[in-house]
């Protein structure tokens, strides 16, 4: 299966997403937000990386355990509470992606926020994917 990315033209030149993201048929996933817990439901991570990583980590679990891959990620939403540090970060996250996703980016977007729902969590990714 495979999705196809297209960033038309005339748009900015995207940096770390797609602009649109086209599936053929098959199924999709919404994967719930996710933040950096771990498995005994503890916030993990000192700071925005760490926690972003913990948080992506998380999406994947629940993508893999539907039968998804990284690769299949056609959106993803990043609630953010700090954009400043989120921004300061933004090559350590995008290293972050890179190792655990790949090189492919789905359509993104990222919301600062005023807290989350733990009020320890700096991150936190939401996504949809589509599934062969």
Known sequence: ?????????????????????????????????????NADGEIVGADIVDQFEQALGNLLAALRAVGGEPGNLTSMTVY????????????????????????DYPAMAGIGVAR?????????????AHLP
């Open 1 to 37: 299966m495979t999705l196809q990315r297209v960033n038309p033209p005339e748009l900015a030149r995207p940096s770390g997403f797609s602009h649109v993201v086209i599936a053929p048929a098959g199924r999709t996933a919404y994967l719930a937000g996710q933040t950096a817990l």
């Open 80 to 103: 953010i509470v700090d954009m400043t540090a989120y921004r300061a970060r933004a090559r350590d996250i995008g290293a972050v992606w890179q190792r655990l996703v790949g090189r």
């Open 116 to 128: 989350l729902w733990d009020e320890r969590a700096l991150v936190e990714v939401q996504g949809t």
